[in-house]
């Protein structure tokens, strides 16, 4: 059964659901960017709902600002208190969870990450975690270059070269991008997520899709122990029936590892 669940953080009241259990480890899923608790095309919903028939209960909610919670959005960098307070009232709502996990894609990876220990927090699942702040209206340099060897060794690339259907502006633009990555190395946000995940050491699990733009810009920079799960897909969101079930599967591993 799904229960509606209104909680305080910092004066402003907060959305929740609860997809009730009996299991004693809890799934605390974070949304990511600004996407309400339901997830992109729907899919933390239904992975709730999917978990809580096997066993695990399963808590989503919006930070302030966003969906049906008060308050202004700050970001994914303020949403510590969030976070905080969504354990607590996990917690409370589900007295029997004795351990929790937090599963989290792109920023809400990042977001677990960082404040994840402070919210009492367990074990974490991260998905295509977000390390580089954009600087401009391209994907990070990372995911230029895995772009440009891949299509560099296309024939059909030259082909559409050689008929003026490859736009050399855009390229100057991607090659720019690419030699001006140096300074973005040096992003705090970047250097900040992949030393909070160090302080995990063995209990965070990380998931890559590997054609996704964010997780080859953080795979490139990751030299961390922590497993390492890679999917074939470009979704960042895992979207689609198949991407669903390994994501369910996956998920259900990772909670099962100590």
């Known amino acids: 059964m799904r229960t509606l669940i209104a909680f305080a953080c910092e004066g ?14 809890g799934l605390l899923i974070v949304s990511g960017g600004n996407e309400i608790r339901s997830g992109a095309h729907r899919g933390m919903a239904m992975l709730a709902h999917r978990l809580a028939a096997a066993g695990t209960p399963v808590f ?31 917690r409370r709502a589900a007295p029997m969870v004795n351990r929790l996990v937090g599963f989290g894609n792109c920023d809400a990876a990042s977001t677990l990450a960082l404040f994840g220990r402070s919210a009492g927090i367990d074990r974490i699942i991260v998905a295509n975690p977000w390390v580089v702040q954009p600087i401009d209206d391209l994907p ?48 705090s946000l970047t250097t900040n997520v992949l030393a909070a995940l160090d302080g995990w050491q063995d209990d965070a699990a990380i998931f890559l899709a590997t054609g996704d733009a964010t ?44």
């Open 12 to 25: 402003e009241s907060l959305a929740a659901t609860l997809d009730e259990a009996d299991g004693l480890t």
């Open 140 to 187: 990070p340099a990372a995911a230029i270059r895995a772009r440009y060897h891949s299509a560099l060794r296309d024939p059909a690339t030259w082909g559409r070269a050689l008929k003026g259907k490859v736009s050399f502006i855009k390229l100057l633009r991607g090659l720019k991008r690419v030699v001006s990555a140096k300074a973005e190395e040096r992003a």
């Open 60 to 90: 989503r909610y919006d930070r302030r600002g966003v969906g049906d919670s008060t308050g202004d959005n700050n970001g994914f960098l303020n949403a510590e208190p969030d976070l905080i307070a969504a354990a607590a009232a996990f």
């Open 215 to 258: 997780a080859i810009a953080f795979a490139e920079r990751y030299r961390g122990g922590a497993q390492v799960k890679r999917f074939d897909t470009a979704s960042h969101s895992f979207a689609g029936a198949e991407n669903a079930a390994v994501l369910h599967a996956a998920i259900v591993d990772g909670m099962a590892q100590e």
